[in-house]
Each structure stands twice: as structure tokens, then as C-alpha cells.
């Protein structure tokens, strides 16, 4: 796990990360922007004091960083890792999948597997709830930037900006929906591994990751999707990795 005391450092291994995805054209690197998008949205909370407790939510986002700093590094490395982050880590490898769907899988590993155990990992055991309000503020800070990444997604793929247009913005109610909703399920995570006994508590993070997989893989082959539509939306991406990640990477709250 990570020795970080400040949500700066963490923004700082994340501009590594970006850097290397950049340099090595993975699109691994597109989480990583739109991750560090959400970091810098939560800096700015802490420092406007828009949470109850700052200096608890500055510990909450090094745990919750840490381990998707670690799955990553365990990945590189050729060792075990979740099963959520091997599916969003071995997306890079697949040519067919779009810029949307990789930022989709970070999200479902992060939120949905890492949140709920970092936040239980800061908190005394079985004394979870007075982290709730500011657990539930995220959401309202996040959502804010959603709308910035997807207007540096229709700059790499030209058919979102005419969504983007036609809707009004509330295209983004994609990315709005998945996050809030991996939220809901993190914080139940949270309030359920709060109150296990630590022997207990491995063998419920694996059954939630193994469900965190499994909509990994819904997100890889969604049978509600048409193919059709995902290829020609392909077609209409950049192919530029490193240029695409320059574009993400410029996405400020």
C-alpha cells in the first residue's frame, strides 16, 4: 500500500502513470485521466472545506488510490490482481473496444470494488456511518467534472459532440448513472465490511469483486448494446492513443 500522506502526491503518481501510458500508447491511460479529473475535484473540495471532516476525506482518497496504485502495480509486475482491475488492465490489449468503455472499466473497479473497502479501512470498526454526508458529497463534486471529460471525448470522437449538441449536454448522464450508482453499492460494501470481523473480510471483498468482473464483462460484450454501433463508433474515434490521452489529461475541474 501506498505511504502517501497528501492527495498532491497522489495526483503526482498519477501524472507518472499517464506519462508512461502516454509514452507506451495503452489505453490504460484514459482511467487514469479521468481518474485524476476526480482527484483534483476532491483536492478542491477539501480545500473550499466543502466536507465535514477534510483531513479524514485526505486519508479516505490515499487508501482509495492505493489500491488501485497497487492492482496496477501487482498487474505490470505479472502478479495476482483483482479480477475487476485484470479485466479493465487486459482491455488495453482489445482494439475494438471504445475510449467510453475503458473509462467504464476503471470505474466499475475503482468505485465499485476499491471505494467501499478503503472507506471501511479508515473507519473504526463497526463506526462507518459518520463518514456517510461526506461519502454522499463525492457524487455532487464529481458529477460537476463529467461534462468536462465528455466534451474532451467528442474532441477525440466527433459523433459524441452532435450527441452532446442534440442533448443538450445530458448525454453524460452515462457517466453521471454509472458513477452514482457504483457509489451506492461502494457505501453498502463500506457499511457491510465495517461491521465483519477482520477474518470475514477477505472472503466478502473476493465476492465483490468477482461481481465487479462480472460487470466488467457486460461492459466489454453488453448484449443490449448492437455491435453494429460500437463499430461504427470506432470508426469514428482517433486511433491516436498518446494524442488522446494529451486530450483527457487536459481535463481540469
Not at 99 to 110: D, P, S
Not at 161 to 169: A, R
Not at 219 to 241: G, N, Y
Request: net charge positive; charged share 20%.
Amino acid at each position: 500500500m501506498s505511504n502517501f500522506t497528501s492527495i498532491e502526491q497522489v495526483i503526482q503518481k498519477l501524472d507518472a502513470i499517464i506519462a508512461r501510458c502516454q509514452k507506451n500508447k495503452s489505453p490504460n491511460g484514459y482511467f487514469a485521466c479521468t481518474y485524476r479529473s476526480m482527484t483534483l475535484a476532491v483536492l478542491k473540495g477539501v480545500q473550499q472545506n466543502k466536507f465535514e471532516n477534510g483531513h479524514r476525506m485526505v486519508n479516505l482518497d490515499i487508501a482509495f488510490a492505493g489500491r488501485y496504485f497497487e492492482a496496477l502495480e501487482q498487474y505490470e509486475n505479472g502478479q495476482k490482481c483483482s479480477n475487476s482491475w485484470y479485466a479493465a488492465f487486459e482491455a488495453a490489449k482489445n482494439p475494438r473496444l471504445l475510449i467510453l468503455q475503458h473509462i467504464l472499466l476503471g470505474i466499475n473497479a475503482h468505485i465499485n470494488l476499491d471505494l467501499g473497502v478503503a472507506a471501511a479501512s479508515i473507519m473504526p470498526y463497526r463506526k462507518i456511518n459518520p463518514l456517510k454526508n461526506d461519502f454522499a458529497m463525492i457524487n455532487e463534486i464529481i458529477s460537476k467534472i463529467n461534462q468536462k471529460v465528455q466534451e474532451s471525448i467528442s474532441e477525440i470522437c466527433y459523433p459524441v459532440g452532435v450527441i452532446d449538441q442534440l442533448s443538450n449536454g445530458n448525454d453524460n448522464l452515462l457517466l453521471d448513472f454509472a458513477i452514482s450508482k457504483a457509489r451506492q453499492t461502494s457505501w453498502a460494501t463500506a457499511s457491510v465490511l465495517s461491521h465483519a470481523s477482520s477474518f470475514i473480510r477477505p472472503p466478502l471483498i473476493r465476492m465483490v469483486d468477482n461481481a465487479a468482473a462480472q460487470i466488467a464483462t457486460n461492459i466489454i460484450v453488453s448484449p443490449r448494446t448492437p455491435k453494429q454501433i460500437l463499430a461504427k463508433l470506432k470508426e469514428c474515434e482517433s486511433s491516436d492513443v498518446a494524442g488522446n490521452i494529451d486530450v483527457l489529461s487536459a481535463t481540469e475541474v
